[in-house]
């Protein structure tokens, strides 16, 4: 395993799903963990149960849709050497054509998905700098790289965010900073199981669709963050790592015929 001993993390989006899976590992690995997320007892729950199994963790409630919120979160988590963007608006039950799509829908997607994490990146990117240590991991989605219909804010945000990624990670370099993305696929959480059309179940999907016939499990997300952050692969930087089950390899194209809604990828 992964030694993050003497780190400080802090996950976003960490109450459920990707982000509370990355958020254990994390702190399996030794990490002490800051727990952000709007819903503050579904937060203080998962900080006890990282405690009883020995790690540190505290929680952080905040909600990332200002400017102004995200620097006050980066205010109270003080020193940070990993910092995981894992929080988004996946647009569930509101997906319109781009020609359709209203200013709030856009508002939404590009606040949560690209302006959280780039305001993070900015307040908690420059002690980083300062220290010549850290380690950024961006989660964004399979979809940034296709054309999904329906989809156009999210995969529009996520697209953006893995561009800022190399940006990032070419400017902070010099500094010691290390940036990377995850782009998940169809990943076995609550979420994904909510969006699901009628008649369809995770395991169907995941036959049709997914070369190694499973779902990823979030844990298997969570063990990669642990990866990255650590100093096992000190020249990773500024590239984006698919965890999809072999799904984008090929020609892949994820549209219901009765149901154009995708996968939730967080």
């Known amino acids: 395993m992964s030694n993050l001993s003497n780190r400080r993390a802090l996950v976003t989006g960490a109450s459920r799903g ?38 540190r963790a505290e929680v952080q409630c ?13 205010g109270r988590c003080r020193e940070i050497d990993i910092l995981v963007n894992n ?54 989605s399979i979809a940034a790289r296709q054309g999904r219909p329906l989809r156009g804010a999210y995969t529009a945000s996520k697209a953006a965010l893995e561009a800022l990624t190399r940006v990032a990670a070419m400017e902070l370099a010099p500094q010691g900073v290390r940036v990377l993305a995850i782009a998940p696929g169809m ?20 036959r049709r669709y997914v070369p190694i016939g499973r779902m990823v499990d979030p844990e298997e997300l969570g063990r990669l963050c642990c990866y990255l952050a650590s100093d096992e692969v000190p020249a990773l930087t500024g590239t984006v790592i698919t965890l999809d089950g072999g799904m984008t390899a090929g020609r892949y194209s994820f549209t219901f015929e009765s149901n154009p809604r995708d996968d939730q990828a967080q």
């Open 18 to 55: 990707l982000g509370a899976a990355i958020a254990r590992s994390l702190a399996r690995a030794g990490a002490h963990v800051a727990l952000n997320a709007r819903n503050e007892q579904s937060l203080e729950q998962l900080r006890r149960e990282i405690e009883r199994d020995g790690g």
């Open 62 to 74: 905040a909600d990332l849709g200002t400017r102004e919120s995200c620097r006050e979160l980066a």
């Open 87 to 140: 929080a988004g608006a996946t647009t569930v039950n509101r997906d319109k054509p781009v020609i359709e799509a209203d200013d709030e829908l856009w508002d939404d997607s590009l606040q949560l998905n690209l302006i959280a994490p780039l305001v993070l990146m900015q307040e908690l990117g420059r002690g980083m700098a300062r220290r010549r240590r850290g380690v950024i991991i961006n989660i964004t």
């Open 187 to 206: 990943t076995q959480t609550p979420a994904l199981a909510a969006a699901l059309p009628p008649g369809i179940t995770s395991e169907s999907l995941a």
